[in-house]
């Protein structure tokens, strides 16, 4: 039932049409601000030719990199020829993602990014799980896996935008697709299986706030459902459904997004992991940092919870500039939950690899 349900909301999700940005007679400039919000290449390009006519532009280069804005070229419309500059507006790292400012709504059914997406040819632990257990005795393990401790993982994620304006000019409501894949790519003896695969549909439904907090701008308020599953049988299947909230707050190349959460309660008999918010928190924050074309993220997650029910983990993450829009990525974390399957396992993690997308 609850694969059911992950595979139903990816199926929506991935079953929305991508609107093409149509051509307009008359374009305001707060129109061509609005572009450099668009993480994908070709939507953002053609949203430049509907502001300004051209038929080609440069590549896009990452918003904060040295050389982002572009010299003035000559472009045709219709017999003429029309310089303009291709200088890109600098948005908050915020708008760049949520289009929370007026002028950088962008309307609905554009695919843009939500978390990274990256792919780890070398993903290393100390400690693998041979032997994943619940709680619940249907979900527990008895013979070893017999895994391996280097494998790859890679991860895809996604939104966008169904309803701009859902109580007049505020909120925004959104969907999300995140995957994460484990794939034991060197195990020649067991025929190179994939050894987890996490599914995490969502809705989201997002606000534009406008407060200051110790120098801090709170700039986001979100509300939303989250499932998250892997889509295995037992003894290896996992799942929680969440009610989940986010606060976002920024200051200069800074990012600070707060997600506290309630896990939706199951029956006791279907519950594959009953004692997961011990172990894969109540909340989390996520710290991000752009310095000089590099990405610095930290995400920790804990319990809330003290004595023996006192759980957490954390992830550090690092993208640099590789060559044109290639860009290296590491990753580390230590903890527990570092994916679905483990949620209850301690392990130490380090992967290597490049990032085809980052936070910002």
């Excluded at 710290?287 to 000089?292: L, N, P, S, Y």
């Excluded at 957490?312 to 500039?321: D, V």
Aim: proline share 6%; aromatic share 12%.
């Amino acid at each position: 039932m609850k694969a059911r349900l992950s595979h139903l909301l990816f199926g929506l999700g991935a079953s929305l049409p991508v609107m093409p940005l149509g051509a307009q007679n008359h374009v305001e400039p707060a129109d061509i601000k609005a572009c450099a919000g668009i993480e994908s290449d070709a939507q953002r390009l053609a949203c430049y030719d509907r502001a300004s006519g051209r038929a080609q532009l440069p590549s896009a280069q990452k918003r904060n990199a040295p050389g982002n804005a572009a010299e003035a070229h000559v472009f045709p419309r219709g017999q003429e020829a029309v310089a303009a500059s291709n200088t890109v507006p600098t948005l908050s790292l915020l708008d760049s993602r949520w289009e929370l400012a007026p002028d950088s709504k962008l309307g609905t059914f554009n695919v843009r990014g939500y978390q990274p997406i990256y792919v780890l040819p070398l993903f290393a632990t100390t400690n693998q799980n041979n032997l994943p257990y619940s709680p619940n005795p249907a979900n527990a393990v008895h013979t070893p896996q017999d895994m391996q401790q280097v494998e790859g993982k890679f991860q895809i994620s996604l939104k966008t935008k169904l309803w701009q304006g859902v109580f007049g000019d505020a909120g925004d409501l959104w969907v999300g697709y995140t995957q994460d894949s484990y794939w034991q790519v060197y195990n020649a003896k067991l025929s190179r299986p994939f050894r987890e695969t996490d599914y995490q549909p969502e809705a989201m439904l997002v606000f534009a706030t406008d407060y200051h907090v110790l120098g801090w701008d709170g700039r986001l308020l979100g509300i939303g459902l989250n499932h998250q599953s892997n889509g295995q049988s037992d003894p290896l299947s996992r799942s929680w459904n969440r009610v989940m909230a986010q606060v976002g707050f920024e200051r200069a190349n800074w990012t600070i997004i707060v997600r506290p959460w309630w896990r939706i309660p199951e029956s006791a008999k279907d519950d594959n992991n009953p004692d997961i918010s011990n172990y894969m928190g109540r909340a989390d924050v996520q710290i991000i940092h752009e310095w000089h074309g590099q990405e610095f993220a930290l995400m920790m997650h804990d319990s809330l919870r003290g004595g023996s029910q006192q759980h957490g983990g954390g992830r550090f993450t690092w993208s640099f500039p590789l060559a044109g829009n290639l860009r290296g990525y590491m990753e580390f974390f230590k903890g527990y939950g570092e994916n679905i399957l483990d949620y209850n396992h301690n392990a130490t993690y380090l992967g290597a690899g490049i990032s085809l997308l980052d936070w910002y």
